[in-house]
């Protein structure tokens, strides 16, 4: 019976662990929710972020992605911007710098080929 269940809970641990990425953030406007997510944890350095767009009215939209951290005592403003490439069927893929550890600004611009250009706003943390 202990065998049976190591095995149960082994199989549970390996499926749950091939859906999982490493790094996950939902973010939401008025307009429409958007999940950031990488396959890798982010790290200071070059990131490829994918980002998906929750609205099927924006799956053809242009998408810009800017990271920043705010200057502080001794240390500059910060910023890396990129535009994302558009993977088809709301998907998006954008490579952002993240030049050190501590908590980031995102804003993430969704410019539809009608209609009005949104912002959506989170943050992260490395």
Do not use: C
Request: glycine content about 6%; overall charge positive.
């Amino acid at each position: 019976m202990k065998t049976i269940a190591k095995i149960f809970l082994i199989a549970i641990l390996g499926v749950s662990l091939l859906q999982a990425a490493a790094f996950e953030k939902v973010a939401k406007s008025r307009a429409t929710k958007v999940v950031m997510s990488s396959e890798k944890p982010l790290t200071t350095g070059n990131n490829t972020i994918n980002i998906t767009i929750a609205d099927s009215k924006f799956a053809d939209a242009a998408v810009n992605i800017k990271v920043f951290m705010p200057a502080m005592p001794g240390m500059p403003y910060m910023e890396s911007t990129a535009d994302a490439k558009n993977l088809g069927s709301g998907k998006y893929e954008a490579n952002i710098n993240l030049s050190m550890g501590g908590t980031w600004q995102v804003h993430i611009f969704v410019t539809p080929k009608t209609g009005k250009k949104i912002r959506v706003k989170t943050s992260l943390n490395i």
